[in-house]
């Protein structure tokens, strides 16, 4: 099993920034992917970001493109979440999750990924 333990949320201005946080632990290190995803009231899940473990390729939403950063640190086994030039349109319940596999055509789906945290709440006021 893997935990997902996500921080980090919080209230900030449009046009501010705020930086989210996934901690992982358990059988972690059988996961290659780890995304982001979020989710608004009476809206569906949404693809933000992902990254793969073992290097540095990493896929955006195309809302969120140029905006949002995604990095990670392998010995904290975390993954991150830079989220800058914030709209009130971001406001949602932001989640991470792993996938065993990094497979690029289906990594933007929410099915593909076997773990989720709980997620944290962000919201952009105006």
């Known amino acids: 099993q893997v935990q997902l333990v996500e921080s980090g949320g919080g209230l900030v201005q449009a046009g501010g920034s705020l930086r989210v946080s996934c901690a992982a632990s358990g059988r972690s290190s059988s996961n290659r992917a780890m995304g982001w995803f979020r989710q608004a009231p009476g809206k569906e899940r949404e693809f933000v970001a992902c990254i793969n473990w073992s290097d540095d390729n990493a896929y955006y939403g195309d809302s969120v493109k140029g905006r949002f950063t995604i990095s990670r640190d392998n010995a904290k086994n975390t993954v991150y979440l830079q989220m800058n030039s914030l709209k009130p349109e971001d406001t949602a319940v932001y989640h991470c999750?792993?996938?065993?596999?990094?497979?690029?055509?289906?990594?933007?789906?929410?099915?593909?990924?076997?773990?989720w945290g709980q997620g944290t709440q962000v919201t952009v006021s105006s």
């Open positions: 999750a792993a996938a065993r596999v990094w497979y690029i055509g289906r990594l933007y789906r929410p099915s593909w990924y076997e773990y």
